[in-house]
């Protein structure tokens, strides 16, 4: 039975997913047509699996496979996100009512593709380029008050954070927001504490300018 019903619904999502054609810049176009689904990791998510052909000035260039969290059509688009002259593929994962997640595929001159044809990819959520400084600036959204902020940079070919800022609730004093700066300590995906900062929500809330506001954003970018 259970087999049946995913069957029926492998076929409403097919039928109600048809192949869209898109246009970009740079001469590429692009057919997505849904495959599949799958459910993987430890938390046993559900995946929508495409596949998407790629053209480039008419002729075939690329086909490659990625998931989503959703089943649905569009959110792919071109960008330079590691700033090499070179615009990249970014994919939508899953857009909630205040995060949005995308896949990043790479493209590599030296192969003349795009990278990740199995759908190995780079992570990223809500975020902003700024080429100038070769950084991408990301942010997480918590509540009304609380979230994090991070500075990413492309080091080895891999997007590692350098720097990343916390707005949290204090536990033990509800009247305060902490502020907490983190950096990398050398060892990959660990991080130290370099500095807390208590704010009274009352006057972050309602204070002319927040001091909070203004001490984020300059611990953030400080020496950047």
Not at 28 to 57: N, P
Not at 139 to 149: P, R
Request: glycine share 8%.
């Amino acid at each position: 039975m259970k087999k049946i019903l995913a069957l029926l619904l492998a076929l409403v999502l097919a039928a109600g997913l048809l192949p869209v054609q898109a246009e970009e810049n740079g001469g590429f176009a692009w057919t997505q047509t849904f495959v599949g689904q799958e459910i993987a990791g430890s938390d046993c998510e559900q995946r929508f699996i495409y596949r998407l052909d790629m053209t480039k000035d008419g002729a075939p260039f690329q086909t490659l496979y990625f998931t989503r969290a959703e089943a649905k059509d569009g959110g792919i688009r071109l960008e330079d996100v590691n700033f090499d002259g070179y615009d990249d593929l970014v994919i939508l994962y899953t857009l909630g009512s205040a995060n949005a997640s995308y896949t990043f595929f790479l493209y590599s001159p030296n192969e003349g593709r795009f990278t990740g044809e199995s759908g190995i990819s780079t992570w990223l959520s809500s975020y902003k380029l700024y080429p100038e400084k070769q950084l991408i600036y990301n942010y997480i959204h918590n509540s009304a008050l609380t979230g994090l902020e991070q500075l990413l940079a492309w080091q080895d070919g891999r997007l590692r954070v350098i720097r990343e800022l916390e707005i949290a609730e204090n536990d033990e004093k509800p009247e305060e927001l902490l502020l907490i700066l983190r950096a990398p300590d050398g060892e990959d995906g660990m991080f130290i504490e370099t500095l807390r900062r208590a704010y009274d929500i009352d006057a972050v809330l309602n204070a002319p300018a927040s001091p909070l506001d203004a001490d984020r954003q300059t611990l953030l970018w400080q020496g950047l």
